[in-house]
């Protein structure tokens, strides 16, 4: 599957296909035929299993591993890796290659987006969570104390590159997280996908790689045309915050330790489901259908113990708010999600009350 | 003077007018309609000269206030504003107002850019360096500990408002700065200004207010049409690194501290002049020229004492560097720079020898 995203610095090409790291070089030559630099970023994980490989189809100028998870994706981070940079001769002409889950494509994309004001990004997503959605795009950033991506910039790829056959290698965990993608992707855009995961499971997802690779080009494209048609979001794009308003912010509020990212949409995506049934715009049962699902894929449904007003402190500081309310992309029905003002306080605190646990 | 400037995002107007503060209010209003909250970023100095008038007519959301100075311009201070820009409840349909120097509009903006992965900025110079070249064109950015403006966007304001008026609170060491951003200037794209320099004096020019708008309207119409014809400094544009790739490398070189950055520009200028002639581009007595002139603006036209092997390494990690070659903006006559590739290492040196003071 090949798809190409358009951007105001020009449209690229994303990439879906098994076997596709073989031809790496091949393709950055083609997106970025002048280049004069290759620095790899990468982290620990992903250099022990594909670290080699690399190296040895991109013959790079330098490659930087980082420390794997999300902890990781702060601004110091993003200091310490521009320092790379310079040591590995990244002039304006080079290219920074990012090789990872969707902590190394938004940071490596954010150095990139301000490393000498800005350098072409090449995007190697590894995880199942960066293939479907994280390095799809343009936007980059890092995380601060006080929220998730508060700090990035959209700065659009050359090339996202994604080989559904890495997953092989992806821990059972994270391929549970990248799922919360899925199904987020799925709600919004593909009806028929939702029904298949339905029929689905994490084992049988991962025993198929043919399935895989399908279900990856299916949720890539679903998001490359999304952003192509909105991509700075301030419109249709944000049909794809869709469980990550509250996801995000429970995140935060358990200091990004107590869920994964996809854990943690997952979660928002059940508690964004009932919130739409409490507004009256979706219909009874969609939530626990939604539940169900994430039952199935072996997410949580609710997060740990923490307290309703710290959760809604970080609501406060999210970067989709509007004015006093909060926009939220709420689910009305499998394959539609519309974007809502939400300033009714009280029916937010009552979800969020559901998302976490009964003894907070 | 009103004039725009062309940018990706849109063409945004820079205003030189004297008294033109007093109607910053209504001019913001009209560059961002629906803002939400209006933060002004400023520095201790300009706090204590304008920051009643600013507070009385803008009204802000809040006032961060940065210690003054270049030291200041650092990737941790940019971590610091961008909190405070959260604290003061800056959401994407917020403004930040930068009213200060180069080094506030720099910084300012940079947070502005990366800030929820972008927000508006509009800017109010306050140095005849920000009036003429600073704020203009969409350059926002920090120095490492490896060099000048080696990290940042390009992140166009919505205005750029410029009360010559404001300058009458310049200390006298600041003009003389400024000035070396104008001499460059007029060497680019204006003879005739060059040659009215030639025939004044920092205090004709501080005593005669007029004059002074005048000179300002006249470099920031230059460089906003250099700017307009290239945004992203890909060509034209780097002419107006003329004096600055050896003027980067010289304050980098001395720790920041040796030179303020116009005094380093005017070494720059009369050193890249010197290589222009020991190449052949320009004909012997240009520096000179040009030597004579920041004397009577009572610029150096040498640095302190340093090694010209250090000043070679900065020169090295320079953003314009193309492969082996070196990219400089060098002087052929008064109003006629021209962009060269230099690879003779040996010129370079000997340029640089004489950048730098005899005890070195």
């Known amino acids: 599957m090949r798809v190409d995203v358009s951007s105001a610095r020009g449209p690229y090409p994303v990439v879906v296909e098994p076997g596709a790291l073989a031809r790496a070089a091949a393709e950055i030559e083609a997106a970025a035929p002048d280049a004069t630099a290759r620095v790899i970023v990468t982290d620990e994980n992903v250099d022990a299993h594909h670290g080699e490989a690399l190296r040895e189809r991109l013959r790079p100028s330098g490659v930087v591993v980082l420390p794997p998870g999300e902890e990781g994706k702060t601004f110091r981070a993003v200091e310490g890796l ?7 001769g990244l002039d304006r002409r080079g290219v920074v290659v990012a090789a990872g889950g969707g902590v190394v494509t938004d940071l490596a994309g954010f150095a990139a987006a301000i490393h000498l004001r800005g350098v072409r990004s090449v995007l190697l997503p590894t995880s199942l969570l960066a293939m479907v959605d994280a390095a799809i795009g343009g936007k980059t950033g890092v995380d601060t104390p006080r929220g998730k991506n508060l700090v990035g910039a959209f700065w659009p790829p050359r090339l996202v590159l994604s080989d559904p056959a890495l997953l092989g290698s992806l821990p059972r965990r994270e391929w ?11 709600l919004i855009a593909d009806a028929s996908l939702f ?20 279900t990856v080009a299916r949720c890539a494209r679903a998001k490359a045309e999304l952003c192509s048609r909105d991509e700075r979001d301030d419109g249709e794009r944000q049909l794809l915050n869709l469980g990550h308003t509250i996801g995000h912010a429970l995140e935060a509020a358990t200091g990004f330790r107590g869920l994964s990212h996809g854990e943690a949409v997952a979660v928002g995506l059940v508690t964004e489901a009932r919130l739409a049934e409490r507004l009256g715009l979706a219909a009874d049962g969609l939530a626990a259908r939604i539940a169900a699902l994430c039952r199935r894929l072996e997410l949580p449904v609710r997060g740990p113990a923490v307290e309703v007003a710290h959760v809604r402190s970080f609501l406060r500081a999210d970067k989709k708010r509007e004015g006093r309310a909060l926009r939220f992309a709420l689910p009305v029905a499998v394959g539609h999600v519309e974007r809502v003002d939400v300033a009714d306080e009280a029916a937010i605190d009552l979800a969020l009350a559901e998302a976490v646990a009964e003894s907070a």
Do not use: N, Q, W
């Open 82 to 88: 521009l320092d790379r940079l310079v040591e590995h």
């Open 176 to 186: 549970i997280g990248g799922l919360a993608e899925v199904v987020k992707t799925a």
């Open 195 to 214: 029904e298949e995961l339905e029929a689905t499971s994490v084992d049988a997802l991962r025993a198929d790689p043919r399935a895989a690779a399908g």
